[in-house]
């Protein structure tokens, strides 16, 4: 019994590892800045958007 308890451990352990390890590479992705082009491509869409939406009403 000890040792499946002892596996369970080592399992939890290590899946706990992965976990940080993926938070972790998650996190810095998430933190980087936009590329310029994504930006750029985002304010043409919100100029498009509000150019099209004058003299309508919001919903």
Request: charged fraction near 35%.
């Amino acid at each position: 019994m000890t040792q499946k308890m002892n596996r369970a451990g080592k399992t939890s352990s290590v899946a706990d590892e992965i976990d940080k390890n993926i938070k972790r590479a998650f996190d810095d992705v998430a933190n980087q800045a936009l590329p310029s082009r994504f930006t750029d491509l985002l304010d043409q869409l919100r100029a498009q958007d509000g150019a099209g939406s004058e003299g309508k009403h919001d919903k």
